[in-house]
């Protein structure tokens, strides 16, 4: 019998429920640690980003409709997945050259991290929230509402768990996310998108993006629909983000690359990573004398 | 089919001649391939929109949602050099509110008629309703055929029918609706078109869709629809005009539809008294790739105005 023939994988985005090819047909050889290649991955466009952003809205109404704590059922249920596929996370780790150990921590860190953020659904609105006092005959009270499609921009390190870290927060108070992955190790989220459509996170609420960052950052800054940037980036790339950003006054919170964070800290998840990407409203309620 | 509708389809196929449908698909699949770009797509867009017949048909219109929706069509949006819609296009209750909004424009008033979308209604009725939307000052009468006596095979019926709604109509433009996703094959979409045009006058419309079913214009019956005008128009000199409507929702579509037009009936077809869209959602689409090509920055639905959300 004839040796059996190499099956291996196209990888492709996730973006509005579906797996896509780049619109441009255009992909990047990546290859693995020991300089061997080991597959194409997409080169994604900024048509590509319009159109995960116009899945992130048709999605975005109804997952923020959801009561929160079914939002924590979804976000646990994805904690699951990538809980019984993590040997397979492991793998999609070590193709960028992390070592076994370090891999397994960083996927079981991952798996943590989504846990945190599932609990805190329900609970964010109640510190975040407020009756506040005031000299009238009023009932004020603030509370919080998703900002609306969040853009995520992956730092090179922690090529997962960092790609996590920025989602989680963003989709645990009802927002939308475009993310684009790590440039040098794009894999991780291949294999994120794979067990995200096997959560039950409804398809468009996070939209996977692989490709060259400085082709799309631009495109990130400028698209009006994208109501908020998180993520990981150096001086020129925050100037120039902040600058196109203005122009339809989205909320940016980048964190620097000229400076260390310690991704697997507890310091990296919280509330304030949730606050970040909500909006504050207050309505005053006329009360009787 | 009954034996004598079978032989009455029969004669008129044998005279007008059938649809190759794979050739159709295979044409129209072409369409989507071109690369419109800058200049010519911002042409494009703005054709588009010249030739929009703004859509509300719902049950809770009102004269108020009838008003903004005049107001869009007048001037679709603040700080972009748009020109105004073709038409508004309401039900017959509410003509004689659109009338007063775009009167001294070059916005017309579209009313459909006799008893849209089913056409169910006793001759009498329907006649009765296109005469009174005339009366409230309509401009365009988008009437439906007699599916049940064209699928039966009285044709003489179907184009009997048409012919009393065009007297009715007066000076009135009128768009005939096959509605083709009832019409089941292309080849009786191209019979339905050319039964309609025999009896049309010059730059009449013949028109896809309602809207009100679940399939809709498509570029393939579109193709048909345009192909059975340009030989109708070779056989006898008339210029029959083309609405498609229904489905077609973004700026990209729109122009695969224009491009279908140029190459099949070429630049004479390609203004406002010879093709229009049928649309509510497609105009904020088109608007928002205008400013998208103007500003370079991709824009956000919310930043237009949204004036009608049916079809």
């Not at chain 1, 304030?272 to 909006?279: F, K, N, Q, S």
């Not at chain 2, 401009?139 to 095979?153: C, K, P, T, W």
């Not at chain 2, 012919?163 to 000076?171: F, I, L, T, W």
Request: proline share 4%; glycine share 6%.
């Amino acid at each position: 019998m004839n040796p059996r023939l190499p099956i291996t994988k196209t990888p492709k985005c996730y973006v509005g429920g579906a797996f896509i090819r780049s619109e441009s047909g255009r992909v990047t050889p990546l290859h693995d640690a020991s300089g061997a290649f080991f597959a194409n991955i997409p080169q994604c466009t900024r048509k590509d980003l319009r159109n995960a952003v116009e899945a992130a809205a048709k999605s975005g109404s109804g997952w923020a409709k959801r009561s929160a704590y079914n939002r924590g059922q979804i976000i646990y249920r994805l904690a699951e997945m990538i809980e019984a596929r993590s040997a397979e996370m492991i793998e999609a780790l070590q193709v960028g050259g992390q070592p076994s150990a370090r891999a397994k921590t960083e996927v079981a860190a991952t798996v943590d991290r989504l846990i945190h953020y599932a609990g805190w659904t329900d609970k964010y609105e109640q510190l975040l929230g407020n009756v506040n006092p005031v000299s009238s005959p009023h009932f004020n009270f603030t509370v919080t509402e998703p900002t609306g499609i969040v853009g995520v921009l992956a730092p090179e390190d922690a090529p997962l768990l960092a790609l996590v870290s920025l989602i989680a927060p963003a989709i645990t108070s009802g927002n939308t996310v475009v993310a684009l992955a790590s440039t040098s190790q794009p894999y991780p989220s291949i294999a994120l998108g794979e067990m995200l459509a096997t959560s039950d996170l409804p398809g468009g609420v996070v939209n996977l993006l692989t490709g060259f960052r400085a082709e799309l950052l631009p495109t990130f800054a400028t698209h009006a629909h994208i109501r908020a940037i998180s993520g990981v980036a150096n001086a020129d790339e925050r100037k120039a983000i902040k600058l196109a950003a203005a122009d339809s006054v989205k909320r940016v919170h980048l964190l620097k690359t000229e400076e260390t964070h310690d991704w697997f800290a507890d310091s990296a998840q919280g509330l304030y990573e949730i606050r970040d990407l909500v909006e504050f409203k207050t309505t005053w309620h006329p009360i009787g004398a | 089919m009954s034996t004598s509708a079978h032989a009455a389809f029969r004669r008129l196929f044998h005279e007008i001649g059938t649809v190759d449908a794979v050739g159709v698909e295979e044409r129209v699949a072409k369409f989507a391939t071109r690369s419109i770009k800058k200049k010519s797509k911002l042409f494009g867009l703005k054709l588009a929109v010249t030739m929009v017949d703004l859509t509300t048909l719902e049950g809770k219109d009102t004269p108020g949602k009838v008003a903004s929706l005049c107001q869009k069509a007048i001037a679709p949006h603040e700080g972009i050099d748009v020109p105004s819609t073709a038409a508004v296009c309401v039900y017959p209750a509410m003509v004689k509110h659109a009338k007063k909004h775009v009167a001294g424009t070059s916005v017309r008033v579209a009313s459909v008629a006799t008893a849209f979308p089913s056409g169910q209604a006793p001759l009498k009725t329907r006649l009765a309703e296109v005469r009174s939307a005339v009366a409230d000052g309509a401009d365009e009468i988008d009437m439906v055929i007699n599916r049940g006596a064209f699928l039966s095979g009285e044709f003489s019926l179907v184009q009997d029918e048409i012919r009393q709604v065009v007297e009715a109509c007066g000076s009135s433009t009128l768009k005939v609706i096959l509605e083709t996703s009832e019409l089941e094959t292309y080849d009786n979409i191209r019979a339905a078109s050319f039964l309609a045009m025999q009896v049309l006058r010059p730059n009449d419309f013949i028109k896809t869709s309602t809207g009100k079913t679940s399939a809709n214009a498509t570029l393939g019956n579109n193709q048909v629809m345009l192909e059975a005008i340009r030989d109708f128009y070779f056989e006898t000199g008339i210029p029959i005009a083309m609405k498609p409507a229904g489905g077609i929702r973004t700026a990209k579509q729109a122009l695969q539809f224009l491009i279908a037009v140029k190459e099949t009936l070429g630049d004479e077809w390609l203004n406002n008294q010879r093709y229009r869209f049928g649309a509510s959602t497609l105009l904020n689409d088109l608007l928002r790739q205008i400013e998208k090509e103007r500003s370079g920055n991709y824009q956000a639905p919310y930043y237009f105005s949204e004036a009608a959300e049916s079809y």
